[in-house]
């Protein structure tokens, strides 16, 4: 079975901080992906990454950028944290071949 | 760009009732996927949708794919308590899913 694993359930950070988001997955998946889930909204797309190294935006790209230094861990950096970026989020990732999604447990952040 | 637009937004039902969400685009899809995500969870897949008219069950669940690959449906025959959560469609758009924003489903007992 595909695991993949967020560093964390819940994180509280204060505005103006870095915060790192970690994701990892053991099925050699080249594809990785965040998104931020809110009420109503659904999912949307921050950043994925198809290969090492390699990253396109999403729809919300903004004040987000992601690092994938290593095939099975992909990162999400929030430069500076704003309290609008309070959100579930949620790491996922796939073979390139099949778009079935394989998400994470989901980190939820709340920026005071 | 593509959008997918998934309608209702909310159901609520009596437990034993049949529930039925739907996917529409405007333009052709070349396949849709069905994910559940119970409360206070992730989103786990429950298949994929590639050809035109496809039919899948998958006990009291039926997918389907419209002729025109522009809509799906998601029924559920006889909801039971264990079928709260929201149901969202992804369209396959190259390496990515374009998802609507997903019905969520209530079942009072």
């Known amino acids: 079975d595909v695991k993949v694993t967020q560093s964390s359930r819940y994180l509280v950070k204060r505005t103006g901080e870095k915060v790192f988001l970690e994701c990892v997955q053991d099925m050699d998946h080249e594809n990785m992906f965040w998104y931020r889930q809110d009420p109503g909204l659904g999912l949307r797309l921050i950043y994925f990454?198809?290969?090492?190294?390699?990253?396109e935006k999403g729809d919300i790209p903004e004040g987000y950028s992601v690092s994938r230094e290593k095939k099975e861990r992909f990162s999400l950096i929030l430069e500076s944290a704003s309290t609008n970026q309070t959100s579930m989020y949620l790491c996922a990732s796939s073979l390139p071949g099949g778009p079935q999604h394989h998400f994470g447990d989901g980190t939820r952040l709340s920026i005071l | 760009g593509q959008q997918v637009m998934q309608i209702p937004q909310y159901q609520h039902v009596q437990e034993g009732e049949d529930f039925t969400t739907y996917c529409n685009s405007s333009t052709t899809l070349s396949n849709i996927q069905w994910y559940k995500q119970r409360p206070g969870g992730h989103p786990v897949f429950l298949i994929q949708l590639v050809k035109s008219g496809e039919v899948k069950k998958q006990k009291r669940l039926t997918f389907q794919f419209g002729e025109a690959k522009k809509n799906s449906s998601l029924h559920i025959t006889a909801t039971q308590t264990t079928d709260v959560g929201t149901y969202f469609c992804?369209?396959?758009?190259?390496?990515?899913?374009?998802w609507g924003l997903g019905t969520s489903l209530a079942v009072n007992p």
């Open positions: 990454s198809y290969d090492v190294k390699m990253k």
């Open positions: 992804g369209a396959g758009n190259n390496r990515k899913l374009i």
